[in-house]
């Protein structure tokens, strides 16, 4: 096993359970470390199919509250134990955020080694690069028995006021909207599913959008993964 103390942390990048501060933090690190980054590769495509593989839910936001209660008063002890010693910001949060990375890390190691044993339910699986007209980032589609996962890095977050919408195209059609809308990490990262699958859909397409999103694209697409 690698000596980064940080490689417990792949397993809550990939599923997005790092907050804002420490996911900037750690897009940082991994571009110097590449246990790390060897890591992430590893756990990411199981992370990807996750949201293919059971009904979604928005958590309550009463559990986040909670959760993040109970990391606050851990980091309030562990300041209070060691006064004098300075720590990176990452490592503040003490035992009890380490084990949430390290639990989220075993799940998704998990849930891979599964996959691998199982038969290979994720073996259908196909990845789809696409175009983005922002400088530097990047998008892809996974895509198993229909349904698909779009995954973006390095995006610029959305003005203001305004969120980011997926829409899905076919047949020559004008684009169809769906209720999928997200923001990105402060990394410029985001993983979101494709309402209604891709059956018959030959584009998939992200534009900006007004604060609840719209029926039809107010501006051009940032985003573009063709020949679904």
Same mark, same amino acid.
């Given at each position: 096993?690698?000596?980064?103390?940080?490689?417990?942390?792949?397993?809550?990048?990939?599923?997005?359970?790092?907050a804002d501060d420490e996911a900037a933090a750690y897009a940082i690190h991994l571009r110097a470390c590449d246990a790390c980054t060897a890591e992430v590769a590893r756990l990411q495509p199981v992370a990807d199919v996750l949201p293919m593989a059971a009904e979604q839910h928005a958590p309550p936001p009463e559990?986040?509250?909670?959760?993040?209660?109970?990391?606050?008063?851990?980091?309030?002890?562990?300041?209070?134990?060691?006064?004098?010693?300075?720590?990176?910001?990452?490592?503040?949060?003490?035992?009890?955020?380490?084990?949430?990375?390290?639990?989220?890390? =075993?799940?998704? &190691? #998990?849930?891979?080694?599964?996959?691998?044993?199982? %038969? $290979?339910? @994720?073996?259908?699986?196909? /990845?789809? +690069?696409?175009?983005?007209?922002?400088?530097?980032?990047?998008?892809?589609?996974?895509?198993?028995?229909?349904?698909?996962?779009?995954?973006?890095?390095?995006?610029? =977050?959305?003005? &203001? #006021?305004?969120?980011?919408?997926?829409?899905?195209? %076919? $047949?020559? @059609?004008?684009?169809?909207? /769906?209720? +999928?809308?997200?923001?990105?990490?402060?990394?410029?990262?985001?993983?979101?599913?494709?309402?209604?699958?891709?059956?018959?859909?030959?584009?998939?397409?992200?534009?900006?959008?007004?604060? #609840?999103?719209?029926?039809?694209?107010?501006?051009?697409?940032?985003?573009?993964?063709?020949?679904?």
């Amino acid at each position: 096993m690698s000596g980064c103390p940080r490689i417990d942390d792949a397993g809550a990048w990939v599923l997005g359970a790092l907050a804002d501060d420490e996911a900037a933090a750690y897009a940082i690190h991994l571009r110097a470390c590449d246990a790390c980054t060897a890591e992430v590769a590893r756990l990411q495509p199981v992370a990807d199919v996750l949201p293919m593989a059971a009904e979604q839910h928005a958590p309550p936001p009463e559990l986040r509250r909670r959760i993040m209660d109970v990391v606050r008063e851990e980091a309030g002890r562990s300041a209070a134990t060691s006064p004098r010693v300075r720590r990176a910001p990452w490592a503040r949060l003490g035992g009890a955020r380490r084990a949430w990375a390290a639990a989220a890390a =075993a799940l998704v &190691a #998990g849930l891979a080694v599964g996959l691998a044993v199982g %038969g $290979g339910e @994720g073996g259908g699986a196909r /990845t789809i +690069a696409g175009s983005v007209t922002q400088y530097g980032g990047r998008a892809e589609l996974v895509i198993r028995d229909g349904e698909a996962v779009l995954r973006v890095r390095g995006m610029q =977050a959305p003005p &203001a #006021g305004r969120v980011y919408q997926v829409w899905t195209a %076919g $047949g020559g @059609g004008a684009p169809r909207p /769906t209720d +999928a809308l997200f923001r990105v990490r402060r990394d410029g990262s985001a993983t979101v599913g494709v309402p209604g699958g891709v059956d018959g859909v030959d584009q998939v397409l992200v534009t900006t959008e007004p604060d #609840g999103g719209s029926s039809a694209p107010s501006g051009a697409p940032v985003v573009v993964v063709r020949s679904v």
